[in-house]
């Protein structure tokens, strides 16, 4: 069965640079979210998507910003980039069940963002 | 605010004993109820999930979990733990909004 997909797997950029994390859904899911994990911390969710619309929005810093595409994929835009951004991105999506905004969340392996 | 808890931060046990982490949550409204696991270097995975009904859910792995909701509780139990669940456990809330714990690394000893 098809998964979440992230791209890159891994990233590497230099303090200020910035970096663009992709995700594509599990076909037919119309919810993204994006969380991330620092070193031996627990995932901190960071902001959510359905149907195209920012959905719910978590500690996701000024200097990121999010969209959902046409496609469903999403993109995590991240500006300015502070060895503190240094963390595991995880995506995950969802079918919105019942009309209610949020259901099981399938998660993607991840992007190892590395800022040096 | 809405809320889970863990209580237990960390799990130490011995292959083959008997595991129970706790998840409690604060919210008076309907909720649906999940636990996930981390394996070293993975992504979470869904391990078992509460919508409606039978309030002991069966998950993979033999894992299995409670929703007692006059206790607001979702606790995950597993009868004989071995080495392979080493991992950390999460117990996620959703309400209108989805809320993850603050997680339980659990290290089984071989």
């Known amino acids: 069965a098809a998964g979440v997909i992230q791209s890159p797997r891994h990233l590497i950029k230099e303090k200020r640079e910035t970096a663009t994390l992709k995700c594509y859904p599990i076909p037919r899911h119309d919810t993204v979210y994006w969380y991330q994990q620092g070193p031996g911390q627990d995932p901190q969710f960071l902001i959510s998507?359905?149907?195209?619309?920012?959905?719910d929005k978590g500690s996701i810093p000024d200097r990121f910003s999010a969209q959902q595409f046409s496609d469903y994929h999403s993109e995590l835009n991240m500006s300015s980039l502070e060895l503190g951004d240094s963390a595991l991105y995880f995506c995950?999506?969802?079918?919105?069940?019942?009309?209610?905004?949020?259901?099981?969340?399938?998660f993607g392996p991840g992007t190892r963002l590395t800022v040096t | 605010a809405q809320s889970v808890s863990q209580h237990n931060h960390h799990v130490i046990l011995s292959e083959a004993a008997s595991l129970e982490l706790g998840c409690n949550y604060s919210y008076g409204g309907t909720v649906n109820l999940f636990w996930y696991v981390q394996y070293p270097g993975q992504h979470l995975q869904l391990l078992l999930k509460y919508f409606s009904g039978d309030p002991l859910v069966k998950g993979i792995k033999g894992f299995e979990a409670e929703f007692i909701k006059s206790k607001f509780s979702f606790n995950l139990r597993k009868p004989s733990v071995q080495w392979s669940d080493t991992a950390e456990y999460f117990c996620?809330?959703?309400?209108?909004?989805?809320?993850f714990g603050t997680g339980t690394r659990l290290k089984v000893l071989a």
């Open positions: 998507f359905y149907e195209k619309m920012q959905s």
């Open positions: 995950a999506s969802s079918l919105a069940h019942r009309g209610r905004l949020t259901y099981e969340q399938y």
């Open positions: 996620a809330v959703e309400t209108y909004k989805y809320i």
